[in-house]
């Protein structure tokens, strides 16, 4: 048999957890390596436990510390991937989920097959969400691209366009560290970038690379 993927359920409604357990327990490719209701010591608990997915039912929890899975280096991480499931269907939960790094959002209600495929997807480094929040993410996306400075703001800079991918995330106060998770680069790398734009720019911080970004689109 191929290796089993070991989960860990994290909820404090108790019917839904051992609901959760059964179904893991039933599949012989899913190995339940820990469950228990949410506590102060859950997110200690679930990275000694070397789980590779965590199957969880509170966003709030997500909030509440911060995204660590994305946040804490590799080394403490795990590869944990998170699967959040009995969501509301709120697309501004659902977006505030994936900013946090949740790789899965599974609507209440959704049937068995659905948690366990989802816990199978996310798994195997694949996102799932239902299928009507995929435009969600288009028009989030979208919507991002106004805060990229434009054409003729580039060329006033002469910004590279990895300079002008970090302006963004630099306005949503995102820290280097944050910036390299997300973009898949050395935390070096983003300082250097960083330094660099705001030579460019002619600004003395952060926050007056992205104001003055912003100042010379409204302009044109």
Not at 1 to 27: G, P, Q
Not at 55 to 80: C, H, M, Y
Not at 116 to 135: K, L, N, S
Request: aromatic share 4%; with cysteine.
């Amino acid at each position: 048999m191929d290796r089993k993927i070991s989960v860990f359920v994290l909820s404090s409604n108790r019917l839904l957890r051992e609901s959760i357990e059964r179904m893991v327990r039933k599949k012989p490719d899913l190995d339940l390596i820990g469950a228990q209701s949410i506590r102060a010591d859950s997110k200690e608990e679930v990275i000694n436990s070397d789980a590779e997915v965590l199957v969880l039912d509170s966003l709030q929890f997500v909030l509440e510390t911060d995204g660590w899975w994305v946040t804490a280096s590799p080394a403490d991480r795990k590869g944990i991937k998170v699967l959040l499931i009995a969501m509301d269907d709120d697309k501004k939960h659902f977006l505030s989920a994936v900013k946090q790094g949740a790789m899965g959002y599974v609507l209440q209600d959704a049937p068995a097959i659905e948690v366990i495929g989802g816990i199978r997807a996310v798994a195997r480094g694949e996102a799932i969400c239902p299928p009507h929040f995929v435009r969600v993410l288009f028009d989030y996306v979208a919507s991002l691209s106004s805060d990229l400075p434009n054409t003729r703001t580039r060329q006033q800079w002469g910004l590279t366009r990895r300079e002008q991918q970090l302006i963004p995330l630099i306005g949503r106060g995102l820290t280097n560290k944050e910036i390299a998770m997300q973009l898949s680069l050395s935390e070096e790398t983003v300082k250097s970038h960083v330094h660099r734009i705001l030579r460019k720019v002619g600004v003395v911080d952060r926050l007056g690379v992205f104001e003055a970004c912003q100042a010379g689109t409204a302009m044109l």
